[in-house]
């Protein structure tokens, strides 16, 4: 009977182990691996009016921008851009161009832009994925950081511009770890968040204030080469 009974625990332990193993798998096939490509939304394909526009049509388009781009936001324009955008789109009218429709479509051309520098990945929001890139420490302790942000290339925000806000995550990890230089080579595990923020970066002459898209907390970061 001992030994009966001891066979079912036997058998009940290796269904928790074979359990745990299965869970374990789950979770490692739940990870994501991304490349920075994949932060950025996926353009949306619009049909380009103006390439085949005569240049003094594009002159005149431009001139009737500069009146609609000043009242979107809520700005007063003078009455020498008045005076021109209304003669500009009398001509532009005179050549068959549809300028209302001109001008929404040009909308959406500069939405589509702002939003393949600041848009997210929703479908990439809230999962777990697996990121390379080079740490920019925010703050050190020592020669350790708990807080950094993860960026695409190698001298990002300091020595050359800062990339677009959504080629930028901001990184907080559980333990502070140990970075032997600026602009450390790692790939970064964690759950990503859609969470657009700017943060305060010191640098030697001064400090900058970068811009970014996405957030990525309690994550796993494995040096290159270790």
């Not at 928790?16 to 394909?45: N, Q």
């Not at 009455?79 to 500009?88: C, F, I, L, S």
Request: aromatic share 8%; proline share 5%; glycine share 6%.
């Amino acid at each position: 009977m001992a030994f009966r009974s001891g066979f079912r625990s036997m058998k009940s332990f290796g269904s928790v182990v074979g359990a745990i193993a299965i869970v374990a798998c789950a979770v490692a096939s739940e990870v994501t691996k991304v490349a920075w490509s994949d932060l950025s939304p996926a353009p949306v394909s619009l049909k380009n009016p103006f390439a085949g526009m005569k240049s003094t049509d594009l002159a005149d388009l431009s001139a009737v921008a500069r009146v609609h781009d000043l009242k979107k936001v809520g700005k007063k324009p003078n009455a020498e851009y008045v005076k021109a955008a209304n003669a500009a789109s009398a001509r532009l009218k005179k050549n068959k161009q549809n300028v209302a429709e001109l001008l929404a479509i040009r909308d959406k051309m500069m939405s589509q832009r702002a939003n393949a520098s600041n848009g997210t990945t929703k479908s990439l929001d809230g999962k777990t994925i697996e990121l390379a890139g080079f740490i920019l420490p925010l703050e050190f302790e020592g020669t350790k950081v708990k807080e950094f942000l993860l960026v695409p290339w190698v001298g990002a925000c300091i020595h050359t511009p800062p990339p677009a806000p959504n080629q930028i995550v901001y990184v907080t990890v559980p333990k502070a770890i140990e970075v032997n230089e600026r602009f450390e080579s790692v790939v970064v595990t964690g759950k990503l968040a859609a969470k657009a923020w700017d943060y305060e970066l010191f640098l030697q002459d001064g400090s900058d204030t970068i811009s970014v898209a996405y957030a990525m907390s309690s994550a796993q970061v494995k040096v290159v080469g270790k």
